[in-house]
């Protein structure tokens, strides 16, 4: 093996277990392995692409999407998943490359964390107490639906009223 083979430098690719090519010690995925893996659509990595999120090597017609490819596409659709925009995705992977060792990009990222689950956490008291309401609407229904039913049975006798039925053919 020459150096350029070990190095992934004219080597074709070799395909591994789950799919995904390798070349050299490089991990590289298909549209096709990203998409079955995550389960999402071809025209979803693509936008993610034309939004910024995302940025595969061309092969021709081919995109080739690296490890770094995939770790933002789970670090996206775990932020999509929370509520985040895809703008402060964006936002926050772009930090990763300033070169201070993720510091900034760790310490923004805790801080939209913090802010994004005080604001769930308002959001969960509040369906708690939508939740009640609606529940002690109901059985107030209930019994009002209740009594209304007695009452009828009170005055038809255990007969139900019918309707009327139409006097033409």
């Not at 107490?129 to 209930?142: D, F, G, N, T, Y």
Request: aromatic letters at 6%.
């Amino acid at each position: 093996m020459t150096t350029d083979q070990a190095i992934g430098i004219g080597a074709g690719p070799t395909e591994t277990l789950g799919g995904a090519l390798t070349r050299g010690h490089c991990q590289e995925f298909t549209i096709r392995d990203l998409g079955k893996e995550f389960g999402v659509s071809a025209r979803t990595l693509r936008f993610y692409e034309e939004k910024g999120l995302l940025s595969p090597r061309r092969e021709g017609l081919d995109r080739i999407y690296s490890r770094r490819d995939r770790a933002r596409l789970q670090y996206v659709l775990m932020g999509k998943c929370v509520g985040f925009s895809l703008e402060e995705i964006r936002e926050m992977l772009d930090l990763y490359d300033l070169g201070d060792r993720q510091v900034t990009q760790l310490k923004v990222t805790h801080a939209k964390f913090g802010e994004r689950l005080a604001r769930l956490e308002r959001q969960r008291g509040e369906l708690n107490r939508a939740i009640a309401e609606l529940a002690h609407a109901r059985k107030v229904i209930e019994g009002m639906l209740a009594t209304r039913e007695r009452s009828s049975e009170l005055h038809f006798g255990s007969r139900r009223p019918t309707r009327l039925q139409p006097s033409w053919p």
